[in-house]
């Protein structure tokens, strides 16, 4: 037999192998999962000044974008659903009967699923969007319960001990940052400026700042703080705020060196504290090709990249992106799309019924002249 007939061969018999023990310990018998050919895309379309319900249902959206190309991208207990955008209608879903779903997102055409495995929110999947098909599986080595969200071409996981960004096309880890022995990480901020984290040592109190796609395990600078601070822009600007007093602090971006300094109202240092653990930034871009920022403290806050306060306007929900420069704001059942620069309201949209996702964390996503609400719950009206 050949040099290369043997390896050949070999490697047949370890997935024969492989396969007759994950049947053995029941992983493959636990999974049902049916794709579907794509769905022709919902064209884009200027958003309608009256909407009306025309599906929803019980599941939880997924995290990022829900939608992409005519499909919505759902959750419940062991499956994921890929939903027809129009009627809600599940085209594909993907079922593992012995874990839960912990997490999901869609980014970028993709769905990234994380199954709870033992107490750990660590077994990924990757699907395409558009049909259900499997891209990827791995097995991640961040511990215990995970905080997850997703921008271009990333996704940004949390954990008790580690910061860490992975590819969610093709699953390949960007990089992975540990806490020292003994410290703890509270929150993680990605944006085009970078990753921007915090964590504790005991009393000691941290930031860190981390490049959003390329380096390596080390982060592009840490810097002493005197108290917990958050996370609160890393786009047009690198800044974070005291959580007690609300003070915000501009940092350079290259070394962390401290700049400009504001304070927060008491609504928006009130807010900080129910921040995700894990999120991606809202920006846009303004004179000059200057970015801009948008964030949710309480209200609706923009930041130019100077550090300063554009505009705010209240919302029931965090700010996103309808189109490339409308932000949606919720208020009531009317959806209020401002412009990102100004905070000129350019549209004002009234939903029949109004809106029964309920309040709190509640985004608004555009599917052609339709919007999808994303709360606990999913809707679309059009």
Aim: charged share 15%.
């Amino acid at each position: 037999m050949s040099g290369y007939a043997a390896i050949l061969a070999l490697v047949v018999i370890l997935v024969f192998v492989g396969v007759k023990l994950a049947y053995a310990h029941g992983e493959l018998n636990q999974v049902s999962h049916a794709t579907a050919a794509a769905p022709a895309p919902v064209p884009t379309a200027s958003t309608a000044g009256s909407l009306s319900l025309q599906w929803r249902t019980t599941d939880h959206p997924s995290g990022g974008n829900p939608y992409s190309n005519g499909i919505v991208v759902t959750y419940s207990g062991h499956t994921v659903n890929g939903r027809d955008a129009l009627t809600g209608a599940v085209r594909w879903h993907y079922t593992r009967a012995d874990e839960d779903v912990c997490a999901l997102v869609q980014q970028d055409q993709s769905t990234i699923a994380f199954y709870n495995r033992d107490g750990n929110c660590d077994e990924v999947t990757g699907f395409v969007t558009a049909t259900g098909v499997p891209k990827y599986y791995r097995t991640l080595t961040d511990n215990g319960p995970l905080s997850v969200s997703s921008t271009s071409n990333v996704v940004l996981i949390t954990s008790a001990r580690t910061v860490h960004a992975f590819d969610n096309a093709g699953g390949i880890d960007r990089w992975l940052w540990t806490a020292p022995a003994g410290c703890t990480v509270d929150r993680a901020l990605g944006g085009s400026s970078g990753v921007l984290f915090s964590y504790h040592c005991g009393s000691q109190n941290h930031l860190g700042l981390h490049e959003l796609v390329g380096g390596d395990e080390n982060a592009k600078w840490t810097i002493d703080v005197s108290e917990p601070h958050v996370p609160v822009t890393a786009g047009a600007i690198v800044a974070a705020a005291a959580a007690s007093s609300g003070q915000v602090t501009v940092f350079s971006t290259d070394k962390g060196v401290a700049g400009k300094k504001f304070r927060l109202t008491a609504e928006a240092r009130d807010s900080l504290a129910t921040l995700p653990r894990s999120q991606t930034s809202v920006e846009g871009t303004g004179e000059n090709s200057k970015p801009v920022e948008v964030i949710r403290l309480g209200t609706l806050m923009c930041f130019s990249a100077r550090g300063q306060v554009l505009w705010t306007a209240p919302s029931e929900g965090p700010a996103t992106l309808i189109g490339t420069d409308l932000v949606a704001a919720i208020v009531g059942n009317r959806i209020v799309l401002r412009q990102i620069l100004s905070g000129r309201s350019q549209q004002v949209v009234t939903l029949s019924g109004g809106i029964s996702v309920g309040t709190g964390q509640v985004s608004a996503h555009a599917i052609g002249a339709g919007l999808l609400l994303a709360a606990k719950t999913t809707e679309f009206y059009s």
